[in-house]
């Protein structure tokens, strides 16, 4: 396929305001490719990537050599073209006039193909050490040589990791579905998806062997599955309603997630976070004891990592495991933030998926593999009775600097269920009982501007829950409460890749901000209480014709969720539940 090709189709994915425009022009570029590897080659590239995020691959070219490359293709100077990039701000827009109006132009011009770039920009990935800036920098320049304007533009903004055409990994799926029968496949993909997401992998083999290849599709080891979640209520005794009272209860810890897989004869440890970044570096002290401590040398099970005082035995608050998120001195800072990890699911073992096992069977096969001491074993977990036990047992947590529990169903349905939020895994949570409303993780989709001292910052922002059904992102408050100068700073930076000047496809408004924000950053928000709203697209008509539902005095807690995606953000679902509970508790007081 020739790059032109699929620049054209990024062009009308980014003129796009809908999610179902989107699909279908996604669906009519996956028809025209030619191969498996092109259907693979295309999902990447459309998600701005040229591999799966959990191989932590990144392009690693900065804004300043891509600026060198644009200035040697063209023939311009590079102060002038970095002068450019200060006014328009958008290296892709920069990329397309330089090329535009280049100096030479070539007597024999070569059509870039998507193979080309793909495996050039691959190259660029793969270069390292010694004189790679230099490599890195003509192999760019070589492709801008050879592109139109409209090609340099994405091939710049792909490069600098800034494409974001809106379009998720669920939206390519569903692309899939339908350009090889119809929606009633994305579930079948989505199952595949959640055991291997690899999504160029998922394409290259529906497109090779069809359905029968994507059911075969199983948890393999070096590969992160999709975490299960869970469900919350608000009371030990719904607890016991939703399961029948066949449960088990185990502490929440609060630390990070983590995914560990051993394999390659017990010699290889990779661990994954709750998003499936590849942060195996931040824990060397875990893949020692996991090396030791676990009896299998090919498995892959769940836990999570919490800070720690050895001396004591007390966790520490989970905002301590942050300084572990650093490249290097990493040694050091594990000595001095030990972690313990209390492991609590058992995914895979020595060939066998442990998914479809119910919840017993997998925590007794977790147990025997353990090796327990102070710094790795089982999460604590008692098997109630009654209610009074289950009470107990949330204090003791609680008293434990936890921060309640994770209760699970013990019916013989409660397999694994990854990538899904369900009520075979319920938490409750302490701060669910000290307000009227739980706190919510919601996504920044709008900015607007402060005035007088912070003039010219964006200082509220337009938050919004997210719509699994639909894929979309729906608003439920404007918040501008909570945030210290320094968060400002800190948000003000990381929002200034994503604004865009016009509403991004996937998010559903009523409200106009100043800025639109790509959704991609999520904050935790606590709010009074939920009320009717209608300027708000949450719960929209649900309740009441023309209105939705808003929180009142939202307010940032301070809590960065950067191991959240936005699919992972509270769901419009979760806060017509939660409004559903304040009104019978308004109504039952
Ligand atoms: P939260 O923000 O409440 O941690 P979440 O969206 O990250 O929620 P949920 O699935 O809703 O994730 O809640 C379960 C989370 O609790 C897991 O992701 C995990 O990090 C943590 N956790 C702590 N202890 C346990 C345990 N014993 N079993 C399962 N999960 C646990």
Not at 382 to 398: G, M, N, Q, S, V
Not at 484 to 512: F, G, W
Request: aromatic residues 8%; contains cysteine; hydrophobic residues 40%.
């Amino acid at each position: 396929m020739k790059f032109s090709e699929i620049a054209k189709y990024m062009e009308r994915l980014e003129a796009t305001s809908g999610r179902i425009e989107m699909i279908h022009i996604l669906t009519e570029l996956f028809r025209k490719a030619s191969s498996p590897d092109e259907a693979a080659i295309i999902a990447y590239v459309i998600l701005g990537e040229l591999h799966p995020p959990y191989t932590g691959l990144e392009l690693g070219m900065s804004e300043k050599l891509i600026i060198r490359s644009i200035a040697l293709a063209s023939g311009y100077n590079t102060s002038l073209v970095d002068k450019r990039m200060t006014e328009v701000g958008d290296i892709g827009k920069v990329a397309e006039e330089f090329i535009g109006r280049k100096k030479q132009v070539s007597l024999f011009p070569v059509e870039l193909t998507l193979d080309r770039v793909y495996n050039t920009l691959d190259k660029i990935a793969k270069t390292a050490g010694e004189g790679s800036i230099d490599v890195k920098v003509r192999l760019l320049t070589s492709l801008l040589i050879d592109s139109t304007p409209k090609e340099a533009r994405y091939i710049a903004r792909l490069v600098d990791g800034t494409l974001r055409l809106g379009v998720a990994d669920m939206t390519i799926l569903e692309a899939l579905a339908l350009c090889k029968g119809s929606r009633e496949l994305k579930p079948i993909l989505e199952e595949a998806y959640n055991k291997y997401p690899d999504i160029g992998y998922i394409a290259k083999v529906l497109f090779k062997e069809g359905l029968d290849g994507i059911k075969k599709i199983e948890v393999t080891p070096g590969i992160p599955i999709r975490p299960m979640l869970a469900e919350r209520v608000r009371s030990p005794e719904e607890a016991w309603e939703k399961t029948g009272g066949k449960l088990a209860a185990e502490f929440k810890y609060d630390g990070e997630r983590v995914q560990i897989h051993k394999f390659d004869n017990g010699n290889k440890v990779l661990i994954f976070s709750r998003r499936l970044e590849n942060i195996t570096h931040q824990f060397p002290d875990v893949i020692e004891l996991v090396k030791k401590n676990v009896k299998a040398d090919n498995v892959i099970f769940e836990g999570e990592a919490v800070a720690f005082d050895p001396e004591t035995g007390e966790f520490k608050p989970f905002q301590e495991l942050m300084h572990r998120k650093r490249k290097h001195d990493i040694e050091r800072i594990a000595r001095e933030i030990p972690v313990t990890l209390r492991v609590f699911d058992l995914i895979y073992l020595n060939g066998v998926s442990y998914l479809k096992k119910p919840f017993i069977e997998r925590r007794r096969r977790l147990e025997e593999i353990i090796e327990s001491n102070d710094y790795i074993k089982p999460s604590e977990i008692i098997y109630p009775r009654d209610t009074k036990e289950l009470w107990e047992f949330f204090h003791l947590a609680i008293e434990n600097g936890c921060e309640g529990l994770v209760i699970k169903s013990l019916a013989s349905n409660s397999v694994y269920q990854a990538g899904a939020r369900g009520w075979l895994w319920i938490k409750l949570k302490r701060d669910y009982r000290a307000e009227l409303t739980d706190t919510l993780d919601l996504v920044v989709v709008g900015g607007l501007y402060g005035r007088g001292r912070k003039g010219g910052l964006l200082s509220s922002f337009l938050m919004a829950v997210y719509d699994e059904k639909n894929d979309v992102f729906k608003t439920v408050c404007k918040v501008g409460t909570g945030f210290k100068d320094e968060d400002l700073t800190e948000m003000n930076k990381n929002l200034k890749p994503l604004i865009r000047d016009r509403r991004p496809a996937r998010v559903i408004a009523k409200m106009e901000p100043d800025v639109w924000i790509e959704p991609q950053i999520v904050l935790e928000i606590q709010a009074a209480e939920i009320t009717l709203s209608p300027i708000h697209t949450c719960a929209y008509g649900v309740f009441q014709e023309d209105v939705g539902l808003a929180l009142r005095f939202p307010r940032f807690t301070g809590r960065y969720r950067y191991d959240k995606s936005p699919e992972d953000a509270t769901t419009e679902k979760e806060v017509i539940e939660m409004y559903k509970r304040q009104r019978r508790i308004v109504t039952e007081a």
